[in-house]
T-cell receptor, first 115, second 111 residues
Framework: NAGVTQTPKFQVLKTGQSMTLQCAQDMNHNSMYWYRQDPGMGLRLIYYSASEGTTDKGEVPNGYNVSRLNKREFSLRLESAAPSQTSVYFC??????????????FGSGTRLTVV | GENVEQHPSTLSVQEGDSAVIKCTYSDSASNYFPWYKQELGKRPQLIIDIRSNVGEKKDQRIAVTLNKTAKHFSLHITETQPEDSAVYFCAANAAGNKLTFGGGTRVLVKP
């Protein structure tokens, strides 16, 4: 039982390059999330998917897009990377649904540097 | 939307002493309050949570209290040990079953 798996673990991009961060969970969770973590800023929500087939913006969505490919997978895409997107990105999943809210299980994170 | 504030930002305690971290939230509709521990270079991990229908919950050396009227909740760690050194985050749920996190508290337990 792997939980939440994120790839890659580390990435260096040049300004203007694009990339996709992959996330997959094997816990049959309904909801999935992408957060970024910057020093002194805590965890800020980029996008989330409350259920398969739906996605919604979080607190800091600008410069990102997401795809909920199926119930297991939720990807985050940077179309044109900027230095301000240098951060640690965490994917998370939760069994939360219309019947109630539950805590997250986080992936191990992707450390992204944009130069 | 929901806003969660967390204090203090850093906390240094002597091994064996207690540590208390406090959070306030803004949305009176919030009803779920988890706490996460993040060790250096690792992912956040859920350590305890509380729902709005209870005022206190304990798990060994960790306890969480909730005051719905005042809209604040606290994490209490007793008999602190060096392995308790980490960053702790509080959170509260918002519309859409997403969590809003506090800014984090860096706890250092000095031997």
């Amino acid at each position: 039982n792997a939980g939440v798996t994120q790839t890659p673990k580390f990435q260096v991009l040049k300004t203007g390059q694009s990339m996709t961060l992959q996330c997959a969970q094997d816990m049959n969770h309904n909801s999935m999330y992408w957060y970024r973590q910057d020093p002194g800023m805590g965890l800020r929500l980029i996008y989330y998917s409350a259920s398969e087939g739906t996605t919604d913006k979080g607190e800091v969505p600008n410069g990102y897009n997401v795809s909920r490919l199926n119930k297991r997978e939720f990807s985050l895409r940077l179309e044109s990377a900027a230095p301000s997107q240098t951060s640690v990105y965490f994917c998370a999943s939760s069994p939360s649904s219309g019947q109630g809210v539950w805590g997250y299980t986080f992936g191990s994170g992707t450390r992204l540097t944009v130069v | 939307g929901e806003n969660v504030e967390q204090h203090p930002s850093t906390l240094s305690v002597q091994e064996g002493d207690s540590a208390v971290i406090k959070c306030t939230y803004s949305d009176s509709a919030s009803n779920y309050f988890p706490w996460y521990k993040q060790e250096l270079g690792k992912r956040p991990q859920l350590i305890i949570d509380i729902r709005s229908n209870v005022g206190e919950k304990k798990d060994q050396r960790i306890a969480v209290t909730l005051n719905k009227t005042a809209k604040h909740f606290s994490l209490h760690i007793t008999e602190t040990q060096p392995e308790d050194s980490a960053v702790y985050f509080c959170a509260a749920n918002a519309a859409g079953n997403k969590l809003t996190f506090g800014g984090g508290t860096r706890v250092l337990v000095k031997p």
